[in-house]
């Protein structure tokens, strides 16, 4: 089995088309360890089958993504599983256990054993669920959740993964004001450890605070990225979104809100 070390995710002359529609052209870009990107974009651009390619799930137009100087595609799936975490909006089909089996399928790439879990894995389990504030929901039905409810869940269930680098395509969704706060203080707390981020977000406030890098992308196939706070201007928001923005400070802090 191959170690991976100080995991660095890369693109390379990267073009990514879907459905006959240009996502980016010839990207170029690094995603080191303790680093978060923030992914922007108007609906529909692309930043979830960006992320998807990225995560070796959509093939590439040209190029390649590598992992540790490595094609994703030479990497066993296992492997690669074991130290890239992916969390996707949407998820085939539906999952008939309870919440805590839902949770542990993060472990599945790491289990020894064929007949079940171990200890470990059930501690880790407990410990995201945990994370997530669903211990009392351990033992209901997955299918019983509300949409939030959901979303924590398929976050504890990255967490239980415990890999190295994370591609997360809007771990916002569907949650309230203080889920969104706990569930970025979490995403940042895997950055200080070290873990590579990268995070499709709607909330230019979210990415100011937690992202050291953003990648915008835009409508016509053209990508910019660099650090957030060189990006994060009311200049490039309003190329990004098509739409004239009100800059406001609130206690040191810019929002950006539509000026409609």
């Given at each position: 089995m191959?170690a991976f070390?100080?995991?660095?995710?890369?693109?390379r002359k990267?073009t990514?088309?879907?459905?006959g529609?240009?996502?980016c052209?010839?990207?170029d870009?690094?995603?080191?360890?303790?680093?978060?990107?923030?992914?922007?974009?108007?609906?529909?651009v692309?930043?979830?089958?960006?992320?998807?390619?990225?995560?070796?799930?959509?093939?590439?137009?040209?190029?390649?993504?590598?992992?540790?100087?490595v094609?994703?595609?030479d990497?066993?799936?296992r492997?690669?599983?074991?130290?890239?975490?992916?969390?996707?909006?949407?998820?085939?089909?539906e999952?008939?256990?309870?919440v805590?089996?839902y949770?542990?399928?993060?472990?599945?790439p790491h289990?020894?054993?064929?007949?079940?879990?171990?200890?470990?894995?059930?501690?880790l389990?407990?410990?995201?669920?945990?994370?997530?504030?669903l211990?009392?929901?351990s033992?209901?039905?997955?299918?019983?959740?509300?949409?939030?409810?959901?979303?924590?869940a398929?976050i504890?269930?990255?967490?239980?993964?415990?890999?190295q680098?994370?591609?997360?395509?809007?771990p916002?969704?569907?949650?309230?004001l203080?889920?969104?706060a706990?569930s970025?203080q979490?995403f940042?707390r895997?950055?200080?450890?070290g873990?590579?981020?990268?995070?499709?977000?709607?909330?230019?406030?979210?990415?100011?605070?937690?992202?050291?890098h953003?990648?915008m992308?835009?409508?016509?196939?053209h990508?910019?990225?660099?650090?957030?706070?060189?990006?994060?201007?009311?200049v490039?928001?309003?190329?990004?979104?098509q739409?004239?923005?009100?800059?406001?400070c609130v206690?040191?802090?810019?929002?950006?809100?539509?000026g409609?």
């Open positions: 191959q070390n100080n995991l660095v995710l890369e693109a990267l990514v088309v879907i459905g529609k240009m996502v052209r010839e990207l870009m690094t995603i080191r360890p303790g680093e978060c990107w923030g992914v922007l974009g108007q609906n529909g692309g930043k979830t089958t960006l992320l998807r390619t990225l995560a070796g799930l959509h093939k590439p137009q040209t190029g390649m993504v590598s992992l540790n100087d094609a994703l595609a990497h066993a799936r492997n690669l599983a074991q130290h890239l975490g992916v969390l996707l909006q949407s998820e085939g089909g999952f008939w256990g309870n805590q089996e949770v542990l399928l993060g472990r599945f289990r020894a054993s064929l007949f079940g879990y171990s200890v470990q894995d059930e501690a389990a407990q410990q995201a669920l945990a994370q997530m504030e211990e009392r929901l033992q209901q039905p997955y299918n019983t959740l509300s949409g939030g409810e959901r979303q924590r398929a504890a269930q990255a967490l239980t993964q415990r890999a680098c994370y591609l997360l395509d809007e916002l969704q569907h949650l309230d203080r889920h969104q706990q970025m979490v940042s895997l950055k200080e450890k873990c590579a981020l990268m995070m499709v977000l709607h909330d230019t406030l979210w990415a100011q605070r937690c992202c050291d953003v990648l992308l835009f409508a016509d196939g990508a910019l990225h660099g650090p957030a706070q060189e990006l994060l201007t009311r490039h928001l309003e190329a990004l979104y739409c004239p923005l009100r800059e406001l206690e040191g802090e810019r929002w950006f809100v539509a409609v």
